[in-house]
């Protein structure tokens, strides 16, 4: 079993940056590739962007070169820096792990997940 705790989600203005983390928590970490998704109101739930265990990524078209995710092999963390955030960022993040590449649990989604944090991207 995998445990994902979000942090450093928040309300920022529109160019602005944020930088969320996920700690990650259990046996075997360095089988899954950890990811960030975010759900906004009333719309599904979407990959961003995911690392796998040998840290090969995968971006979603939308995150054009803003966000970067990196992974702290042994801190078990992830950090997802996000730069020139657009009022379309505005979601609930939530950081996912699984057993598969960064590409496929990005557009597959993850089987275990953290509780979310919330990004505002407001004037």
């Known amino acids: 079993q995998v445990q994902l705790v979000e942090s450093g989600g928040g309300v920022v203005q529109p160019g602005g940056s944020l930088r969320l983390s996920c700690a990650a928590s259990?046996?075997?970490?360095?089988?899954?590739?950890i990811g960030w998704f975010r759900q906004a109101p009333g719309q599904e739930r979407e990959g961003v962007s995911c690392?796998?265990?040998?840290?090969?990524?995968y971006n979603a078209d939308f995150v054009k070169g803003r966000f970067t995710i990196s992974r702290d092999t042994a801190e078990n963390v992830v950090h997802l820096q996000m730069t020139s955030l657009e009022p379309e960022d505005t979601a609930v993040y939530y950081c996912?792990?699984?057993?598969?590449?960064?590409?496929?649990?990005?557009?597959?989604?993850?089987?275990?997940w953290g509780q979310g944090t919330q990004v505002t991207v407001s004037s």
């Open positions: 996912g792990a699984d057993r598969f590449t960064a590409k496929a649990m990005c557009i597959m989604g993850a089987d275990h």
């Open positions: 259990g046996e075997n970490l360095d089988d899954y590739a």
């Open positions: 690392i796998s265990a040998s840290d090969g990524t």
